[in-house]
Structure formats: structure tokens, C-alpha cells
């Protein structure tokens, strides 16, 4: 079995900043790619940012310049730096990794429950 849990989530002020950590456990052999997605009440859920196991980042246009994906590989975990937030970052942010567990032979997506940020002052 595998679990990513989410933490950090809460209520910011626009300007202000948060820190979304996102840890996986369980049978895990090797992890190729973790990413954060955010899903706004009536939107699709749509990637934020991303990291591969050898460090490359990815950002939406959205959050480029004010959000840093990084990862500790050694913990299997991957957090999410949001600087300058603003209103429209308000979402439910999901944690999402490609994990091949020990014995088998692909990797399959797993996601985290989700964490509330909202941006209001």
C-alpha cells in the first residue's frame, strides 16, 4: 500500500505565504515524479508545479516567479513554497506522485486527500 498525506493547508491574506508538505509511505520502490495540482470550487483540477526524481521543475504560467516545488528524496517528500498568494489561489491543493511499489514492475499515480488554502483578508 501506498499514502500520500498532505499538510500546510489554511487561511493566508493576500501577499502572504504558506508551505504545503506532501510525504509518501508505504511499499515504495521508487518514486519517478511528484507534482502539486490545485482544483478551484467549479474548475478542473489543473498542475501547479512539478519535480522528477533528477530535480526538474515544472510551473504553471500562474504561479511561475511566486511558487517553488523542491523535494527531499531521502523522506520521499515534497513541499510547495507559495510567496506573494493571491485570491485566485484560493483551491484545495493535491499532492500527486508516480510510485512504482517494491515487487511490481510500473509505476501508477497515487494522490493525497487534498488541503484547503484559501487567500482572503
Known amino acids: 500500500q501506498v499514502q500520500l498525506v498532505e499538510s500546510g493547508g489554511g487561511l493566508v491574506q493576500p501577499g502572504g505565504s504558506l508551505r504545503l508538505s506532501c510525504a509518501a509511505s508505504g511499499n515504495i520502490f521508487s518514486i519517478n515524479a511528484m507534482d502539486w495540482y490545485r482544483q478551484a470550487p467549479g474548475e478542473q483540477r489543473e498542475l501547479v508545479a512539478a519535480?522528477?526524481?533528477?530535480?526538474?521543475?515544472n510551473y504553471a504560467d500562474s504561479v511561475k516567479g511566486r511558487f517553488t516545488i523542491s523535494a527531499e528524496h531521502a523522506k520521499n517528500t515534497v513541499y510547495l513554497q507559495m510567496v506573494s498568494v493571491k485570491p485566485e489561489d484560493t483551491a484545495v491543493y493535491y499532492c500527486?506522485?508516480?510510485?512504482?511499489?517494491?515487487?511490481?514492475?510500473?509505476?501508477?499515480?497515487?494522490w493525497g486527500q487534498g488541503t484547503q488554502v484559501t487567500v482572503s483578508s
Open positions: 500527486h506522485a508516480n510510485i512504482q511499489q517494491r515487487g511490481l514492475g510500473v509505476s501508477l499515480p497515487y
Open positions: 519535480i522528477t526524481s533528477g530535480g526538474v521543475t
